[in-house]
Nanobody, 118 residues
Framework: QVQLIESGGGLVQAGGSLRLSCVASGRTFPNYRMGWFRQAPGKEREFVASIIWRSGTIFYEHSVKGRFTISGEVAKDTVYLQMNSLKLEDTAEYYC???????????WGLGTQVTVSS
């Protein structure tokens, strides 16, 4: 069984920064990519950022480009999300995900709450 554990969420003022971390544990798996999603109250879960380990290709949702940075260490099955210049609309539960291929996200964390206040 694979578990993804997120950490680093919290309460921050608008304009501030947070760094989320996610580490996979349990059995080994072919770690093709890892990423972050978020879900705000009353909204659907949305993609935030992802990284494909072999190529280093990174994707961002357009509203976080230039403010968020995804990074990680595939050897440690760990991914980070550095969030700067946070806005009220970034408030959400943030979920880490891992995929064994390009078409699917196989494993999910339980989430970490990020709240941005004015």
């Amino acid at each position: 069984q694979v578990q993804l554990i997120e950490s680093g969420g919290g309460l921050v003022q608008a304009g501030g920064s947070l760094r989320l971390s996610c580490v996979a544990s349990g059995r080994t798996f072919p770690n093709y990519r890892m990423g972050w999603f978020r879900q705000a109250p009353g909204k659907e879960r949305e993609f935030v950022a992802s990284i494909i380990w072999r190529s280093g290709t990174i994707f961002y949702e357009h509203s976080v480009k230039g403010r968020f940075t995804i990074s990680g260490e595939v050897a440690k099955d760990t991914v980070y999300l550095q969030m700067n210049s946070l806005k009220l609309e970034d408030t959400a539960e943030y979920y880490c995900a891992a995929g064994t291929g390009p078409q699917q996200w196989d494993y999910w964390g339980l989430g970490t709450q990020v709240t941005v206040s004015s």
